[in-house]
């Protein structure tokens, strides 16, 4: 046994930890894989300073000291939307303004972009009146306009509803957009695939077997994806630990999937702005067991713009090693749910001070993950 197990076994003996955490921890520093109950019992029993310490040896086992972070913007081109999500704070439903990019629009702002910028996430509402051409000459005229800008555009419920109205199958969808110049796609949409919590929090979206199916396909066709997960609304362990389980097994089937970014319900200006937002010790251990039950995930995002640049910093020591972007104040989602961050925008110098504080090591990378 090396240093770092009987470490973590003098820290167990002093933390009176029980004998399944000791198998859980044995598993950990082995690289075997948590069954479904270790997850649970994890997320309900595993004290917080423990699971950090297994996550990060996780962590380290794929990406060593690694922080990486990208210079990258997002384009929301509307927030008129066919669904109505109780989460969501940024449909015309529920938000006080309401926008309809017109395409000179688009192509303006991506002209206004520093030829450094590498990638431009594209995700938004589910517009009624658009449909795959659309969707399709928006990346061409992209493309044309910056051929080395990464194009990580369109979540699965997006391409779920352009697929539908334009009555083309998954797979013809998935090579007509390739084509027009989509790169990957963005980890939206999933929300939690535990379908009695998915109908009562957004019912009218598309389901979760559905968004699995589209990943799915999106990785046949050679375009790698995001996945996320809201967590901290009415969902149990078990539910989340579902969610979880679905998308290992997925992974373990494609190998196609770049990052998992777990994403913090906000509860500003929506209709669950009843419910409490979850504490910090939460959102660590929400960190903390994805990065150890995602064993084929390769990496484990924090999306600072949604849960504020001090968390996002702190998740690095819980299996983070992805900051996400620079994001240069291009989106409103979270915003407009209640993040600290009203402008989101961070220099590089200010992404490398806040990775190096915590003793990590900052990696400009592009969306391959290939240092820069
Ligand atoms: O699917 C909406 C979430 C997602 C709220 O792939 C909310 O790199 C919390 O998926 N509280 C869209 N979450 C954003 C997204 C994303 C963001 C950054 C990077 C990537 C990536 C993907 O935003 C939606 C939904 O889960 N969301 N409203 C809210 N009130
Ligand atoms: Fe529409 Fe997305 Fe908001 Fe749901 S979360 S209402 S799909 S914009």
């Not at 594209?122 to 051409?133: F, L, M, Q, S």
């Not at 910090?280 to 067991?289: C, F, G, H, I, L």
């Not at 849960?307 to 702190?314: C, E, I, T, W």
Request: aromatic share 8%.
């Amino acid at each position: 046994m090396n240093n770092k197990n009987e470490d973590l076994n003098l820290m167990m003996d002093s933390l009176d930890i029980s004998s399944p955490l000791k198998e859980i921890s044995a598993k950990v520093a082995n690289g075997i894989r948590l069954t479904p109950d270790e997850g649970i019992f994890l997320f309900s029993h595993a004290e917080l300073g423990f699971l950090g310490s297994l996550a990060n040896q996780a962590r380290i086992r794929k990406n060593g000291n690694n922080a990486y972070f990208i210079r990258n913007f997002h384009i929301e081109p509307t927030n008129i939307c066919v669904n109505r999500c109780r989460f969501c704070s940024y449909s015309h439903h529920f938000s006080h303004t309401q926008w309809e990019l017109t395409t000179e629009e688009i192509l303006d702002k991506v002209n206004q972009q520093d030829i450094a910028v590498r990638e431009l996430h594209i995700t938004g509402a589910v517009h009624p009146d658009r449909d795959i051409k659309y969707y399709g000459d928006l990346l061409k005229q992209i493309k044309a306009l910056r051929p080395n800008l990464h194009l990580k555009a369109y979540s699965a419920v997006e391409l779920d509803y352009m697929f539908r109205k334009s009555d083309i199958s998954v797979d013809d969808g998935m090579e007509f957009l390739k084509a027009s110049g989509l790169d990957s796609i963005p980890g939206g949409g999933a929300e939690i695939f535990d379908e009695s919590i998915r109908n009562q929090i957004c019912g009218m979206k598309s389901k979760g077997s559905r968004w699995l199916e589209i990943h799915q396909a999106a990785h046949r066709h050679g375009i790698p994806s995001n996945a996320t997960m809201l967590y901290g609304h009415i969902e149990n362990y078990a539910q989340r630990i579902d969610h979880l389980e679905k998308l290992r097994n997925l992974q373990d089937i494609t190998g196609g999937f770049n990052a998992f970014i777990p994403l913090k319900f906000r509860n500003a200006n929506n209709e669950m702005s009843d419910i409490a937002e979850v504490s910090v010790v939460e959102d660590m251990k929400m960190y903390a067991v994805a990065r150890i039950y995602l064993d084929n995930f390769p990496h484990l995002k924090a999306y600072w713009p949604a849960v504020g640049r001090k968390l996002a910093q702190v998740a690095l020591s819980f299996g983070v090693d992805d900051m996400d972007g620079t994001i240069n104040d291009s989106t409103r989602i979270y915003s407009l749910a209640g993040a600290e961050d009203q402008n989101p925008r961070m220099t590089v110098s200010e992404m490398k001070e806040l990775i190096s504080e915590v003793k990590r090591v900052p990696v400009e990378r592009d969306s391959f993950y290939n240092r820069i």
